[in-house]
Each structure stands twice: as structure tokens, then as C-alpha cells.
């Protein structure tokens, strides 16, 4: 019967002590840590505070080490300079000198030291250790491991999460796992065939460069939002950088058709050298992604923050607004300079998928009109963009002239235009109302103003047996009176026949978008003979009958019962 003691109470305790006390040949003695609550949860066996007295009053054959990755070193050797073997929780350490010291002590000693690595027992990796050792399907090409779990939570000191004293998630973690197998990598073959192994997506077993094809994109189809896909530039370790081309493209191809976002990180000793860099950027151009070099073993906070900005920039390409001024919102789509800076804006929409493609100047839209494209916001939490543009300031105030009608060529000219028209428009309100009258039934009246009434002063009058006051007052009314002037064209042509022609000749250019109007006869429009048949008729209006014409208004206004008025001019 094997006598076993165990050092380290915590979390994987639990599996420990467990799986000693199942066991028919060995016997868990003693347990120790220096919180005796933690020790007392496994009642039936000794409980110390003390390593070394626990050492020095019991016979033990093997120590078991469930304490904290930096302390394995120390208490595995105070074990086995005792004659203990040692069975460690991995990693073995998270220095290199500490590896020659346990082996070598192990070796002095004559006891044995074993790191619990259980991944080693299970039923699948013990078939893939026996293909790899056999080579029954030949070489390794690839594979691929991954790992889901909780941030550690409760330990000790917070160990678990100080770099300084777990090592993190690769050596806590990842010491279970290979990322990313590459040719050459130990793992897939055995006595020179590559292993058979059985996976769950397949009741029979599978060569195992097919198994890791099939995780890996399983992997990136079911499991992952988001893709970091780890190559190496051959700066350490056996494999020069030729070795990982295939799986780099395998491995790209296959995100890429998933369409999920990625990013390439070229692990590295020298992040920033020159010849890095250049890879990074051949990386980029050959799979139009973007790429970052880091050093895994040394990654700061820096370089995760770094990572996360790329990858949020290969994020698709939600919505983008553009934002013009109000004022050419307001012009109609025809308009040219609209029309223009719509279409400016349809082509650089074409080649715009993700956020990354927004940046560097891919949305400065080229035209004459416009005098700045602004990126005003862009939310990668959303993938929604938020662009200014702004126009050249004359084109505005060719705007503001044409919808005037008078030129306006800055802010002088604007203040007074709208001084004009503003005094125009006061003037406008009072004959409003008169004009639309005389449109609607042929008369108007423009009813004059408190300021244009003058008042007389007030006279006694005499009516009767009686007596009053008046009040005289006097105001200029303007009527409009609704008149239609009738003027004739009658050009003598010749012929009968001539005269059909000169009517075929006027029709015949009234079809024109213009109509009529422009239509040439003897050397003038119809327009303008028009016109001058009108003005005609209103130059016969004497400066006479004007005045009699307003003096007969008068009258009826001021005279008028509603009876019959009758005027001679």
C-alpha cells in the first residue's frame, strides 16, 4: 500500500483527493496547507499547516503537489532530497533553471517526478500519441487544439491571475494544448504512420490531419465570433518559416469563407524589426487582411489593446451617413451639384465592406464643389460611420442668387438682399390681398394704413334744432381694376397661298418646348410683336383720361349709393 501525502489544499485538490481515496493500493495520508480550514474539508486524514513536519512524522512515498505554480520547485525537492517521489500539478515551473534542478535532484535521489499532464491518459490522446508513434498515416500535417473556460475565480492570493505567479493562460492553461500543428510538429504520427483517432463528429476513427482539419473549422463555423490566426516568422524554435505557409493559407481560406473577421499576428522575437515588418506587410497583400507583429512571450497590455483595435477594424461596414449642409438637401436630385456629389458618393460606397476601409482618406470624395471630406465619427461597437462634407462657400451664394434672382457673392451682398426684400415684402403684404381680388373677379382694393389716413380737424355742424361735430378724413386708396387689352398681329404676306404658309410656318414652330413665342416673323417674335401691341394700347391712355379716371373712381367710392353711375371721358 502506497502512503500519500498532499500539499495544497485548493481548487484542483478536489480532483486529487478523490481520486487517491478510489484507489485500492495507495492511501492519502495526510494533506496539508497553511489555511486549516481549507485542510479540514477532507476529514479521515491528517490535517498539518507545516510541510516539513508533515515530512518529518510521516513515511511517505509520493508527495503530491497541488500548490501554486511558483512554489512546485521548492517543495518538490524538499520531497525527493527525502527519498519522496513527486507527482507536481503542470506546469513543472515558470523558470528554465528550475526544470535541470527537479531532474537532476529527482536523478541524485533516485525517486521519480512526474508532472500531472492527464490530458496524456485520456482515451483519444493515448490514440493519438499511438499514430503519431506509429506513423500509421504518415506525416503530421496539421492540427488543431482549443480550450473553453471561466477565469479562475477564489484562489489563493489571486495567484491565478498574476503573471508573476501562474505564468497566465499559456502556462496554466495552454500547457494542456497545441495551437496550431505545422509540419515537422511532434504529435501526429507514430513508428512513421500518421494516428487514427476517434472524434466526436464520427462514430468510426480518422486520420488525424483529417480530424484537426475538421476541429479547426468547426472551430471557425461554430464556435468563434472572431479569429486570431497565429503564424510564426521562423525567428525561434526548429521550423523555419517555410513550414507554416500551407497551414497559412489553408487556415485563411477557410475564415475568409466563413466571413467571420480576423486577424494575423506573426509571432516573433524582434516584433519591430525591419525584415519583420516587411513580412507583416506581405502578409497583408497576398490575403488583403490586416496583420500585426507581436512577441507572445513577452505581449503587453499595449499590444492586446493594439489587437483588438485591428480586428475591430475587419468588422463589416454597417451604415454610413453622410451629413451635407441643409441647403443642398434642399436642392432638387437634378440639380448638377447634387447630382455630382450623389454620384460621388455611389462610387466610393462601391469598394467600401469593412470599417478598415474607411480610413487612410478612402472616402475623400473628389469634386470641384466640395471643399473638405470630414470623418466625424466611426463606431466600431456598431460598424456605423458618420461623414461631414462640406461644400466650397461659393456655391452656396450662386444658390442663394439664383433662388433671389439677384447676384449675391458673399455674406455683404446676403445682408443686403435681405434688407431689399424684406422692405419689398412689407410693401407686397399690403397689395396682396388686392391683387389676389382682382385675379379672382377682375377688382381690388389696397386698403390704406393707420399712417397714410390724414384726419382734419374737428367743425361744429348744425342739423336742425340740433348740433354735432365732424370729422373729416382723407386717404388714398389704390384700385386695381382688371382689364384685358386685346392686340392683333396681321403681317401681309402676298398670296393667299403665302399667308397658309406663314400659318403652317407659325404651328409648326409652336411645337417647340418654347412654343409660340419665339417664332421669327419679318425679323421679330411673336413675343415681342406682342408686347409692343400692348404697350401700344396703354401709351393711348392720355395723362388726361388717367386723370378723369381716377377722378370718376373717386366719385363713385366717395359718392356712390348704389345706384347707376354713368361716366364720359
Known amino acids: 500500500m502506497l502512503k500519500i501525502g498532499l500539499v495544497g489544499c485548493g481548487g484542483i485538490s478536489g480532483v486529487h483527493v478523490p481520486a487517491w481515496d478510489k484507489m485500492d493500493d495507495a492511501q492519502l495520508v495526510a494533506v496539508c496547507d497553511i489555511r486549516p480550514e481549507k485542510a479540514e474539508r477532507y476529514p479521515g486524514h491528517k490535517i498539518y499547516t507545516d510541510f516539513d513536519k508533515m515530512l518529518e512524522e510521516n513515511d511517505f512515498d509520493i508527495i503530491d503537489i497541488c500548490l501554486p505554480t511558483f512554489l512546485h520547485c521548492e517543495f518538490a525537492v524538499k520531497a525527493m532530497k527525502k527519498g519522496i517521489n513527486v507527482l507536481s500539478e503542470k506546469p513543472i515551473s515558470l523558470k528554465e533553471s528550475d526544470v535541470g534542478l527537479l531532474f537532476s535532484t529527482a536523478k541524485e535521489n533516485g525517486v521519480k517526478y512526474m508532472v500531472a499532464q492527464v490530458l496524456r491518459f485520456w482515451n483519444e490522446y493515448e490514440a493519438l500519441k499511438q499514430i503519431y508513434d506509429t506513423k500509421k498515416y504518415g506525416e503530421l500535417i496539421s492540427g488543431t487544439m482549443w480550450r473553453l473556460g ?141 496583420a500585426m507583429a507581436v512577441n507572445c512571450d513577452q505581449l503587453r497590455k499595449e499590444d492586446i489593446l493594439q489587437m483588438l483595435e485591428k480586428i475591430l477594424y475587419e468588422f463589416p461596414l454597417q451604415q454610413v451617413e453622410f451629413y451635407i449642409p441643409k441647403w443642398v438637401e434642399l436642392l432638387e436630385d437634378e440639380h448638377p451639384l447634387k447630382a455630382e456629389l450623389l454620384q460621388n458618393i455611389r462610387e466610393v460606397c462601391k469598394n467600401i465592406l469593412r470599417l478598415k476601409d474607411i480610413t487612410g482618406g478612402n472616402m475623400e470624395l473628389t469634386s470641384h464643389y466640395i471643399s473638405q471630406t470630414l470623418l466625424q465619427s466611426m463606431d466600431l461597437s456598431t460598424g456605423i460611420v458618420k461623414i461631414r462634407v462640406e461644400v466650397k462657400e461659393q456655391y452656396y451664394y450662386e444658390m442663394l442668387s439664383t433662388l433671389a ?28 390681398d388686392a391683387i389676389h381680388a382682382v385675379r379672382r373677379c377682375g377688382y381690388g382694393v389696397v386698403i390704406p394704413g393707420k399712417e397714410e389716413i390724414q384726419i382734419e380737424e374737428p ?95 373717386q366719385k363713385i367710392v366717395n359718392d356712390s349709393r348704389g345706384g347707376m353711375v354713368c361716366i364720359i371721358i
Not at 443686403?416 to 412689407?426: C, G, H, K, P, V
Not at 403652317?504 to 417647340?512: G, R
Not at 393711348?540 to 381716377?550: F, G, M, Y
Open 150 to 290: 471561466g477565469v479562475p475565480q477564489g484562489s489563493w492570493n489571486d495567484w491565478y491571475l498574476k503573471k508573476e505567479l501562474s505564468g497566465l493562460i499559456p502556462f496554466d492553461l495552454h500547457i494542456h494544448d497545441l495551437d496550431f500543428l505545422v509540419p515537422e510538429a511532434a504529435g501526429n504520427l507514430e513508428n512513421e504512420k500518421e494516428r487514427m483517432v476517434k472524434t466526436p463528429w464520427m462514430e468510426q476513427a480518422i486520420p488525424f490531419r483529417e480530424a484537426a482539419e475538421i476541429g479547426t473549422k468547426k472551430v471557425i463555423a461554430e464556435h468563434a465570433t472572431i479569429g486570431l490566426m497565429i503564424t510564426c516568422d521562423g525567428s525561434f524554435g526548429e521550423l523555419p518559416r517555410e513550414n507554416f505557409l500551407q497551414a497559412e493559407e489553408k487556415t485563411v481560406k477557410e475564415l475568409k469563407k466563413q466571413g467571420k473577421p480576423f486577424l494575423i499576428l506573426v509571432n516573433t522575437k524582434k516584433p519591430y524589426r525591419e525584415e519583420t515588418q516587411r513580412q507583416v506587410k506581405e502578409l497583408e497583400a497576398k490575403y488583403g487582411v490586416s
Open 405 to 432: 434672382g439677384v447676384t449675391i457673392r458673399g455674406e455683404y451682398d446676403l445682408v443686403q438682399t435681405i434688407r431689399e426684400l424684406s422692405a419689398r415684402r412689407e410693401e407686397y403684404r399690403k397689395v396682396e
Open 459 to 553: 367743425v361744429v355742424i348744425h342739423q336742425g334744432s340740433k348740433y354735432g361735430v365732424k370729422i373729416k378724413s382723407v386717404s388714398p386708396s389704390i384700385h386695381m381694376i382688371q382689364a384685358k387689352i386685346e392686340t392683333e398681329i396681321a403681317p401681309i404676306v402676298g398670296s393667299e397661298q403665302q399667308a397658309e404658309d406663314l400659318i403652317s410656318y407659325i404651328k409648326e414652330s409652336a411645337k417647340n418646348p418654347e412654343g409660340i413665342w419665339n417664332t421669327n416673323i419679318f425679323g421679330k417674335s411673336v413675343e415681342q410683336l406682342v408686347e409692343d401691341g400692348i404697350r401700344n394700347k396703354i401709351a393711348q391712355i392720355t395723362e388726361d383720361s388717367q386723370a378723369k379716371l381716377q377722378d370718376s373712381m
